[in-house]
């Protein structure tokens, strides 16, 4: 019998190279919320994406990764501000 493949746009991952994934995120996820380091990074990003893609959008677009990567979603549906 003929090996089932994933469906087109289906990605497997094993559990703990997601966990690991989920650790690196949520690691940048919190530096990005550090004061000292947000400020000149907001300016940056702001000239690197010509200001189509803001600080605020990143941090949102990682705590949808990790939620959807099996994080607990705390940051998703509470914000960074809550952590």
Same mark, same amino acid.
């Given at each position: 019998? @003929?090996?089932?493949? @994933? %469906?087109?746009? +289906?990605?497997?991952?094993?559990?703990?190279?997601? %966990?690991?994934?989920i650790?690196?995120?949520?690691?940048?996820?919190?530096?990005?919320?550090?004061? $000292?380091?947000? %400020?000149?990074?907001?300016?940056?990003?702001?000239?690197? +994406?010509?200001?189509?893609?803001?600080?605020?959008?990143?941090?949102?677009?990682?705590?949808?990764?990790?939620?959807?990567?099996? $994080?607990?979603?705390?940051?998703?549906?509470?914000?960074?501000?809550?952590?």
């Amino acid at each position: 019998m @003929p090996e089932r493949r @994933p %469906a087109a746009g +289906t990605v497997r991952l094993d559990a703990g190279d997601a %966990a690991e994934l989920i650790e690196m995120l949520s690691f940048l996820a919190d530096w990005l919320d550090d004061s $000292d380091s947000s %400020a000149d990074f907001a300016g940056s990003l702001r000239r690197f +994406t010509s200001g189509g893609y803001s600080l605020a959008d990143l941090q949102a677009d990682l705590a949808r990764f990790t939620f959807l990567l099996g $994080d607990d979603g705390e940051r998703f549906f509470n914000g960074s501000e809550q952590q």
